[in-house]
Each structure stands twice: as structure tokens, then as C-alpha cells.
């Protein structure tokens, strides 16, 4: 009976030895696996083939909110991009940055600053692109390419509207005039002390007899419209020009410096960006 006991009290000793390290490894086992905390990050390493796995989306995306701001956000003219600055940026960690070859204003929310050496992660960020309007869009497809008679006066007429100067009255009269002298020969140009061109042409009325009359157009004339949508009005000047070959005239205009023009109506955006108290860079981000 003695050997009986003490050979359980072996036994029991061996139990409690063997229960005692397998609570010991299965606490290394637990305290390995244990979702670690560093920062804002959330982390996983599993031991048993030294994976490691990044929580931080899934554990973010769980939460009833972001642990920070990100994202981009298009506006679509300058005063939502300066409402949308003023409200999400702080001028001591914001640069917005200018950029004249793309047209495009980009706030960055969370910047690097020098400020205490402060580092940004650059991802929170809105971003404005002046787009042409529509009917300077038009011109500007039509700038410098010669047209046919006709066609240069169906042209003038359905983009009257934008002409400043002249009235678009003369202009509309020198279209209705080049529409119904489709069939004449012009033969000479001359220009005028009024700065206009006089195309004389000839017209065949018959067989017999024909008549011969001149045309007045004026050597330049200006266009008032929007340079960007949503944009103010802009004087544009631009010349007239034109080609006679073979009793056939040809018409065309040339605006004069247009990129020069789009440059200056840009840096107005650039100035109006400014106004909130944010830096403003010319660049890209």
C-alpha cells in the first residue's frame, strides 16, 4: 500500500509538473498572438510561420469612425474649392499648390510644416480644375484654321453673341453678305483708312452682263465671354485674316495670345485661393 501511494503521489506530481508547462507555453502561445498596439497602428504576428498581419484597415473600417482624415474631393469651381479649404484646412499645416500648366489648384489638409518639424501624411487633399467654357472652348478649336466662305459665315453666325466690337450686328451683316455672294469671283483686296478690308469681286448675272461690287470686313474685331466655366466675362482681341487664290477667298482668325489670356485669368484663381490665409505654391504636389 505504501508503493501504491507513493507511486500516485508520483503520478499527480507528474500531472501537475505537466499541466504547469503546458500553461506556461500556451501563455508564451497567447501572449505571441496577442493583437499588438503601437501608435495608431494595430498589429498580429502568429509564430508558427512568422507571418505578420496589419489590423489597422480592418480594425478602422469596424469603428464607428476614421482615426484620421484622408481622401480627395473634386469641386467643381472656386468657390466650392475655397468654402471646402476654409472649412477642412488650418494655414500652418496646409499648402495649396498652384499649378499654371494643368490649371489646377491643390490643397493639401495635412502637409509636412516646419512648424515643431511637424510631418503630414499628404493624403487628405482637394483639388480644383479650371476647365474652359464651352463657347471659348469653340473659338479656340477654330483659331487659325482657314474656312471656306460659307462656312466662315455660318460660323460668325452661330457664335454672334460673343462678339463685342464691332457690334455683332456688323459682323451678322457681313455673314448674310458672304452667304449670298457664294457664286461671285473675287478678284482684288485693298485695305481701307478705316483699318477695314474691301474685297472687290464681280458677279455673272447672266450671260450677257454681269456687276461688280465691293465688300467691307473689318481687319480685327474683339470677343466677350467666359475664359473658364463659371468664370467672369474676358475680353479677347483677335484678327481677321484671309487668302484670295483662284477668284476663292478664304477666311480665318487669329486670337491674339490666347494662352496669355488663359495664364492671366488663371493667376486670378491663383489670387482669389489666397485670400483664406493659406500659402499658395506654384507647382505640383
Request: with cysteine; proline share 3%.
Amino acid at each position: 500500500m505504501i508503493e501504491n501511494t507513493q507511486s500516485n503521489a508520483h503520478a499527480d506530481e507528474q500531472i501537475v509538473v505537466t499541466e504547469s508547462a503546458i500553461d506556461r507555453i500556451g501563455a508564451l502561445s497567447l501572449a505571441a498572438c496577442a493583437i499588438q498596439q503601437h501608435a495608431d497602428t494595430t498589429h498580429l504576428v502568429i509564430p508558427a510561420d512568422h507571418r505578420h498581419i496589419d489590423l489597422t484597415d480592418a480594425v478602422e473600417k469596424a469603428s464607428a469612425a476614421p482615426s484620421r482624415k484622408r481622401g480627395t474631393v473634386h469641386l467643381g469651381d472656386l468657390a466650392s474649392f475655397n468654402v471646402y479649404a476654409a472649412d477642412q484646412g488650418e494655414p500652418w499645416n496646409t499648402y495649396i499648390y498652384a499649378d499654371p500648366d494643368s490649371r489646377t489648384l491643390t490643397a493639401v489638409f495635412n502637409e509636412h510644416r516646419k512648424l515643431e518639424d511637424y510631418a503630414g501624411w499628404r493624403d487628405h487633399r482637394a483639388v480644383y480644375t479650371a476647365e474652359l467654357s464651352r463657347e471659348f472652348a469653340v473659338w479656340m478649336a477654330h483659331n487659325g484654321k482657314a474656312m471656306e466662305q460659307e462656312a466662315f459665315a455660318i460660323f460668325l453666325e452661330d457664335n454672334i453673341a460673343d462678339i463685342a466690337e464691332p457690334s455683332g450686328e456688323t459682323l451678322l451683316a457681313v455673314a448674310t453678305t458672304l452667304q449670298t455672294k457664294t457664286e461671285v469671283n473675287f478678284n482684288t483686296a485693298r485695305r481701307l483708312d478705316n483699318g477695314q478690308v474691301q474685297l472687290a469681286y464681280s458677279e455673272n448675272i447672266d450671260a450677257r452682263a454681269g456687276a461688280n461690287g465691293a465688300l467691307e470686313i473689318p481687319r480685327a474685331f474683339s470677343i466677350g465671354l467666359r475664359i473658364f466655366k463659371g468664370g467672369e466675362g474676358y475680353k479677347v482681341h483677335a484678327r481677321l485674316k484671309y487668302r484670295l487664290l483662284a477668284g476663292k477667298v478664304k477666311f480665318w482668325f487669329e486670337l491674339e495670345r490666347p494662352l496669355d489670356v488663359i495664364e492671366d485669368a488663371f493667376q486670378g484663381y491663383i489670387d482669389h485661393a489666397r485670400e483664406n490665409g493659406f500659402t499658395v505654391l506654384i507647382g505640383k504636389p
